[in-house]
C-alpha cells in the first residue's frame, strides 16, 4: 500500500482542508426558546424550574465554586450519567431567594462563602453567575437565549463576550494558543496530515478556560453528540455552545477566590479525574516507526541505541507485527518468536509496545472475532445485524466499548501479549476511522465526515442504549478505558501504559494521548507548543507528538530541533510514517546524531524533575506541559504566547522553531527572574531577550529560586535506582522546590510509599526538609546556579566543608552533600 503517495499529493492536501470545512458545519435547527420559567418548589441542594415550551431547568451547586446547569428540552431528564466524570459528587445544600418583582431566582451555597447564579424567569429562562466576590463572569445573551430544536434534538446557549476575553483548552485542536473569534467542532476524526486549521481532528474535549483581565472560569459542556463551540468567530460579542442532541448540560467553575486557571483546572479533574502517575519507564525517550517489520529491524534499532549509548526505554510495534492485522495476533513469518524477541529487549533495557486497533477481522477461524460475535460484542445496525466496515485487516467488526460486558472481555485479551512480555498498549484508529471505499485496499485517507461508523449504528450506552451520533465521541475512550481496565486487573501491581488518538473529556484517567498524524513540517513543530498546552490545560497531562512528524521526511535540521524542542514535553516519542526515510536519532549523519544525543540525555537528566511534575499533577491537577499565561495569568505578555512553554512549575523552555534560526527572541514571564540553564545568566521577569541558540542548544532556563532535582546521564530508566541525584539550585530569589519519589512503578505510592523533599532557599541558604523512606535515589549534591563567584566558604548542617566547586563557564556551585543535610550555607 502506497500510503504516503496520497499524503503527498498536494490536490489531496487541499481537498482534506477543504472538507474539514464541510465537517465543522454546524447544525441547521428550527430553534424553540426555553419561554418564561417557573420555579418548582426548591429542594434543598437542587432547584428545578418549568417553563412554557416543556423544557425543564435543573440547577445544582457541587460545591461553592462549581454549578451545574442542566436543560431537558422535553422536560424529561435523562439519567445521570456521564462517561467523562469519575464520581460525580453529591451537591451542596442550597440557599434560595426568589424575588417576584424582579423575577429572578438565585441560589447559593448555604452557610458559606458561595458564587451565586442567578435565573431570571422572563421573557425566556436566562442564567447569569457571579463569583463569591460579587462579579459577574458569565451571563446568557438577553438577544441569544438558550434553544433547542424539538425535532432535530439539538440545543445550544449563548453567552455575553468581553471583546478582550480569551479562551483555552477545547481538547486537541490544530489551532492557535487562544481560540476567542474561532469556531470549532467536537467530532472525532481521522485526520491524516492535518492542515493548521483543520478541525476537528482525533480527540473531543469540550471544555474551556476563560481568561480576562487575569481572571478566568471553566465551562464544561458534558455532551457526548456532535457539538461545537463558536467562540465570538460569528459574532465577537457572544459567544455560543451547542450540540446536535442531548442535554444542555454543563458545568461552570468560578477558579475559587482568585478565579485562577489553576483553581479552574483543579476542579474540573477533581470531576472528570486526573492521569495517574505514568510508570517512570513511560517518561523515557519512546522509538517508533510504522513499522519496525520483521523482527529483526526491532532488535537492529533497539541493539544501535545501546552501541551508541543514546538513552532509550521503550520501542513501538505498529500494524506490521500482526498476521495479516489480526488484533491479538502474531505474524508467523515476520514475528516468529515474540517472547525471545520480547526477553531479549527486555535484556537490552527496552520495553514494547504493541499498537491495538478496534477493528476485529470478519474471519471464523480467527478466535478473537468467532468470541465477540458469540458473546454479542460488536456493534449492531439499525436493523440488528453486526455492523461491517473496511479498516487495515478487510471487513470488520467492531467491539461496542460502551458495553461493560465487552470491556472486560476485551480487557482479557491483553493477557496473553502481558504474559508474552508486552508492556504497553497503543489503541489506534479509534475515533472510529474506517476505509471510505470498502472495495479498496488502498484506503482513500482524506477527510471525510463518513470515514467513521454509519450514525444509525447502535451502542448498548451502558445501560441507555443510543446510537453512533449519540456514543461516536465516547468509542474511543472506552476502547482506551478497556484497555486500562484489563491491565488493571491483569497487572494489579503495575501501572498500564495506555497509548490512544481518540477521547473525550476524561480520557486522562485511562491514557496518554499523542497528536495523531502530523507533518514533518516547521509550521507543525511550532503547532506542537499550541496543542499539546492546550490539551494540558484540558486536563490531559500525558501528551505528546510524533517527534520529526510523522508524514513525509524532515530534515537533518527539523528533526534534530524537533527532538530538542520535544525532549522536556511529557510525552516524548519518535514516530514516522511506512514510506519515510528511517528516522532514528542516528539517521541523519554523525553531527547531527551527537546533538540528538544530547537532546535525549537532557531528558534523562531532567527525569527525576519531570516525575515531580507528575506526581503533582495527581495531588493537585497542575498540568505537566504550562503555557505561560497558566502561572503568568497577571502578565498579558504571556497570553498569546505560543513559541515557549513551562515544563513543570520551574522550568522555561523556548525552543527553535524555525528553519535556519540560530537564536531567537524570549519572553520571560513577569514576576520571575530567570537563570538561563547552561551559562547561569540572570534575567528578569517581564522582558524579551535575545538568546543565542546553535543547533546543540535547546533554550532553558529555571525559574529563579526554584530548586529541580537532575541525575546524570542514563540509557534507560532501569539504571535510575542507584543513581546519585543533583538538587539544582536557582539563585537570586528566594523560592521552594519540591522532588517527589517513589518506587516508579505498582501502586505502594498511594500508601505512603513516597519521600517527599521540599527545598527552601532564603538568601544564600538552601534548607531541605524531608519525609519518607530513604531506600529511593539518594541526594548526593546540590548545585547553585546562577552564582556570580565562588563562594569564600561554604557550610553543610554547620560544618565547614571543603568539597564544593565553582565553574565560572556555568556559573554554578557543586556542593558535595548527603541524602540527610538539612541546611546548606553560602558565604
Ligand atoms: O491509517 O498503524 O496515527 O501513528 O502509524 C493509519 C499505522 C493507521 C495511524 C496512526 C499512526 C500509525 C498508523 N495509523
Not at 502517575?277 to 525517550?285: H, I, K, S, T
Not at 541493539?303 to 488484533?327: C, H, N, Q, S, W
Request: aromatic fraction near 12%; glycine fraction near 8%; charge should be negative.
Amino acid at each position: 500500500m502506497k500510503l504516503s503517495r496520497l499524503w503527498r499529493k498536494p490536490s489531496a492536501r487541499l481537498a482534506a482542508a477543504a472538507l474539514s470545512i464541510a465537517v465543522s458545519q454546524h447544525v441547521q435547527a428550527a430553534w424553540q426558546t426555553l419561554g418564561a420559567g417557573q420555579l418548582e418548589t426548591p429542594h434543598n441542594d437542587l432547584v428545578e424550574l418549568s417553563t412554557a415550551s416543556g423544557a425543564r431547568v435543573r440547577l445544582t451547586l457541587l460545591d461553592a465554586g462549581t454549578a451545574r446547569i442542566r436543560i431537558a428540552p422535553n422536560g424529561v431528564f435523562g439519567r445521570d450519567f456521564s462517561y467523562a466524570i469519575a464520581t460525580q459528587p453529591k451537591p451542596v445544600p442550597l440557599s434560595v431567594e426568589h424575588d417576584d418583582r424582579a423575577n429572578t431566582v438565585t441560589l447559593r451555597a448555604s452557610g458559606k462563602e458561595s458564587m451565586r447564579v442567578v435565573v431570571t424567569l422572563k421573557p425566556s429562562v436566562r442564567v447569569d453567575v457571579y463569583d463569591s466576590a460579587g462579579e459577574l463572569f458569565l451571563a446568557d445573551d438577553p438577544a441569544r437565549e438558550m434553544v433547542f430544536d424539538p425535532v432535530s434534538g439539538a440545543v445550544q446557549v449563548s453567552k455575553q463576550r468581553a471583546a478582550t476575553e480569551l479562551y483555552y483548552g477545547f481538547g486537541e485542536k490544530a489551532m492557535p494558543m487562544s481560540r476567542d473569534q474561532r469556531f470549532m467542532t467536537m467530532w472525532n476524526s481521522d485526520t491524516p496530515a492535518y492542515l493548521p486549521g483543520a478541525d476537528p481532528i482525533y480527540q473531543s474535549i469540550p471544555f474551556f478556560i476563560s481568561l480576562l483581565h487575569g481572571k478566568s472560569y471553566g465551562v464544561f459542556f458534558d455532551n457526548t453528540y456532535r457539538s461545537y463551540f463558536d467562540m465570538g468567530a460569528t459574532d465577537p460579542a457572544r459567544y455560543t455552545f451547542g450540540a446536535a442532541g442531548g442535554e444542555l448540560d454543563y458545568y461552570v467553575f468560578t477558579g475559587g477566590r482568585e478565579r485562577s486557571a489553576a483553581n479552574v483546572l483543579r476542579s474540573y479533574t477533581a470531576l472528570t479525574g486526573r492521569g495517574s502517575l505514568p510508570p517512570l519507564w513511560a517518561l523515557g525517550y519512546q522509538q517508533s516507526r510504522y513499522s519496525y517489520t520483521p523482527d529483526s529491524q526491532v532488535r537492529e534499532v533497539a541493539k544501535t541505541f545501546r552501541e551508541k549509548k543514546i538513552p532509550a526505554d521503550v520501542i513501538y510495534l505498529d500494524i506490521g507485527y500482526m498476521e495479516g492485522y489480526r488484533i491479538f495476533t502474531w505474524s508467523k513469518k515476520d514475528f516468529p518468536e515474540p517472547e525471545k524477541l520480547l526477553a531479549d529487549l527486555k535484556n537490552e533495557g527496552f520495553r514494547a509496545v504493541t499498537i491495538v486497533d478496534p477493528g476485529v477481522k470478519v474471519d471464523d477461524d480467527y478466535a478473537v472475532y468467532r468470541d465477540g460475535r458469540q458473546r454479542g460484542a460488536f456493534t449492531r445496525t439499525a436493523k440488528g445485524d453486526e455492523m461491517h466496515a473496511t479498516v487495515w485487516p478487510g471487513l470488520c467488526a467492531f467491539p461496542d466499548f460502551t458495553s461493560p460486558d465487552t470491556r472486560a472481555w476485551f480487557g482479557s485479551l491483553y493477557e496473553k501479549f502481558l504474559d508474552q512480555g508486552v508492556a504497553g498498549f497503543w489503541n489506534d484508529m479509534n475515533e472510529p476511522g474506517v476505509f471510505l471505499n470498502a472495495d479498496s485496499d488502498e484506503p482513500p485517507m482524506q477527510h471525510d465526515p463518513k470515514k467513521t461508523f454509519p450514525l444509525s449504528t447502535r451502542h448498548f450506552g451502558d445501560g441507555d442504549p443510543g446510537d453512533h451520533a449519540r456514543y461516536h465521541n465516547v468509542y474511543g475512550m472506552q476502547m482506551a478505558r478497556a484497555t486500562y481496565e484489563g491491565l488493571r486487573k491483569l497487572r494489579p501491581d503495575s501501572r498500564p501504559l495506555v497509548l490512544t488518538r481518540a477521547g473525550y473529556a476524561g480520557i486522562q484517567r485511562f491514557s496518554a494521548v499523542w497528536t495523531g498524524d502530523n507533518d514533518a513540517t516547521w509550521d507543525h513543530l511550532a503547532m506542537t507548543i499550541p496543542m499539546l498546552t492546550n490539551l494540558s490545560v484540558s486536563g490531559v497531562p500525558f501528551v505528546g507528538a510524533d517527534v520529526g512528524g510523522f508524514v513525509e521526511t524532515p530534515s537533518a535540521e527539523l528533526y534534530t530541533r524537533w527532538l530538542q524542542a520535544a525532549a522536556l514535553t511529557p510525552f516524548f516519542r519518535t514516530h514516522s510514517a511506512i514510506d519515510t526515510e528511517p528516522r532514528e536519532p542516528w539517521s541523519f549523519g554523525a553531527d547531527y546524531e551527537k546533538i540528538n544525543r544530547e537532546s535525549i540525555e537532557l531528558r534523562y537528566r531532567m527525569l527525576p524533575y519531570l516525575y515531580t511534575a507528575f506526581a503533582a499533577e495527581e495531588m493537585d491537577g497542575e498540568p505537566v506541559m504550562r503555557p505561560l499565561w497558566f502561572d503568568y495569568p497577571h502578565d498579558v505578555k504571556t497570553y498569546l504566547r505560543e513559541d515557549e512553554f513551562l515544563a513543570g512549575r520551574d522550568i522555561l523552555v523556548a525552543p527553535i522553531l524555525h528553519s535556519g534560526e540560530t537564536k531567537r527572541r524570549v519572553y520571560f514571564p513577569n514576576g520571575d527572574a530567570w537563570i538561563d540553564w547552561w551559562s547561569g545568566k540572570r534575567y528578569a521577569g517581564g522582558q524579551e531577550k535575545e538568546i543565542e541558540a546553535p543547533l546543540n542548544r535547546l533554550p532553558l532556563f529555571v525559574r529563579a529560586g526554584a530548586s529541580v532535582a537532575t541525575q546524570p546521564v542514563v540509557q534507560s530508566t532501569n539504571e535510575m535506582a542507584n543513581v546519585p541525584l543533583t538538587i539544582t539550585v536557582a539563585l537570586g530569589t528566594d523560592g521552594t522546590g519540591t522532588l517527589y519519589q517513589d518506587a516508579g512503578d505498582g501502586y505502594a505510592y498511594r500508601n505512603g510509599e513516597t519521600r517527599r523533599s521540599t527545598f527552601t532557599l532564603k538568601g544564600k541558604t538552601l534548607h531541605i526538609e524531608t519525609n519518607g523512606p530513604s531506600r529511593f535515589q539518594k541526594i548526593a549534591f546540590v548545585e547553585f546556579a546562577g552564582a556570580d563567584a565562588a563562594p569564600s566558604s561554604v557550610t553543610i548542617d554547620g560544618k565547614t566543608t571543603n568539597d564544593f566547586h565553582f565553574d565560572a563557564t556555568t556559573r554554578r556551585i557543586r556542593v558535595a552533600v548527603s541524602n540527610n543535610t538539612k541546611e546548606i550555607e553560602l558565604h
